[in-house]
T-cell receptor
Framework: DVKVTQSSRYLVKRTGEKVFLECVQD?????MFWYRQDPGLGLRLIYF???????EKGDIPEGYSVSREKKERFSLILESASTNQTSMYLC????????????????FGPGTRLTVT | KNEVEQSPQNLTAQEGEFITINCSYS?????LHWLQQHPGGGIVSLFM???GKKKHGRLIATINIQEKHSSLHITASHPRDSAVYIC????????????FGTGTRLQVFP
């Protein structure tokens, strides 16, 4: 069964702390994604990785960085957490586009609800 | 203006009713996804389509590429269908990235 796991369901951090959110997938997917979800705004892409050590900025990368040292693991880092980073963070993975350009569905983790006080 | 618009934003229904959720997008796409998110956060993919119609159980998804519009239908709705339904589109053919709508919150009452 397909599985994407995230390190925490709930997390409370203080302003200025460095925060690590971990995501692990067991499907050998090339692509991994970090999103944040806020009421009324839908899911917004923070960063995307299409291979080990490869990353691409999404729509809202400011204040975040990522790391992908192994294919199965994609980490989101908040260098200095701020209250406006309080949100639900969702990780997803998918197979890469195939030669025919066929898109594949994304598999989502359960989410981490981060509160920064 | 959002590139992906869903309507309605909120929907309530009685058990057994036929439900329709709409999604419109503003540019050409190569694929459209319908996703379901239950309370607590988990998101599952329901459909991925680029033309025509797909059916899975009581769920039906249709897309009209010319009109840039898709609908998700639920027949014989049930309280367990209560969730947020999200439309997402893939622009172009050389990207794996999706653009998401803001979701439709559905509540089905017994």
């Amino acid at each position: 069964d397909v599985k994407v796991t995230q390190s925490s369901r709930y997390l409370v951090k203080r302003t200025g702390e460095k925060v690590f959110l971990e995501c692990v997938q067991d499907m050998d997917h090339e692509n991994m994604f970090w999103y944040r979800q806020d009421p009324g705004l839908g899911l917004r892409l923070i960063y995307f990785s299409y291979d080990v050590k490869m990353k691409e900025k999404g729509d809202i990368p400011e204040g975040y960085s990522v790391s992908r040292e192994k294919k199965e693991r994609f980490s989101l880092i908040l260098e200095s957490a701020s209250t406006n980073q309080t949100s639900m963070y969702l990780c997803a993975s998918s197979l890469a586009l195939d030669i025919g350009g066929l898109n594949h569905e994304q598999y989502f983790g359960p989410g981490t609800r981060l509160t920064v006080t | 203006k959002n590139e992906v618009e869903q309507s309605p934003q909120n929907l309530t229904a009685q058990e057994g009713e036929f439900i329709t959720i709409n999604c419109s997008y503003s540019v050409g796409i190569s694929a459209l996804h319908w996703l379901q998110q239950h309370p607590g956060g988990g998101i599952v993919s329901l459909f991925m389509l680029s033309s025509g119609k797909k059916k899975h159980g009581r769920l039906i998804a249709t897309i009209n590429i010319q009109e840039k519009h898709s609908s998700l239908h639920i027949t014989a709705s049930h309280p367990r269908d209560s969730a947020v339904y999200i439309c997402a589109v893939r622009w172009g053919y050389n990207t794996d990235k999706l653009i998401f709508g803001t979701g439709t919150r559905l509540q089905v009452f017994p």
